[in-house]
């Protein structure tokens, strides 16, 4: 069973960057596939990002492309997600999730194991 726990998420202005980690345990880190989500209230949970298990392709959502980038640690069982020139609309609990396989997944169920989720606010 994979344990994820994410951290680094808390209040940043517009323009602003932030660091997301999710520390996995309990598993084969390096056989997933990993990927961030991200749900705002009232709204579905969408997919952020992925990246795949050796790191070597990811893949992000157009409405972050550009700012935020996913990479992963092998040897700290780690996924991080690096958010630049934030705004408001990034605001949202954001969701690390193990793939069921190793290449970048895109769809929720593609993704059986899950953390609690970290909030980031990013005021105007």
């Known amino acids: 069973q994979v344990q994820l726990v994410e951290s680094g998420g808390g209040l940043v202005q517009a323009g602003g960057s932030l660091r997301l980690s999710c520390a996995a345990s309990g598993g084969t880190f390096s056989m997933y596939a990993m990927g961030w989500f991200r749900q705002a209230p009232g709204k579905e949970r969408e997919f952020v990002g992925g990246?795949?298990?050796?790191?070597?392709?990811?893949s992000y959502a157009d409405s972050v492309k550009g700012r935020f980038t996913i990479s992963r640690d092998r040897d700290k069982n780690t996924v991080y997600l690096q958010m630049n020139s934030l705004k408001p609309e990034d605001t949202a609990v954001y969701y690390c999730a193990a793939a069921s396989r190793g290449w970048v997944a895109y769809r929720r169920n593609d993704y059986p194991y899950w953390g609690q989720g970290t909030q980031v606010t990013v005021s105007s």
């Open positions: 990246i795949s298990r050796n790191g070597g392709s990811t």
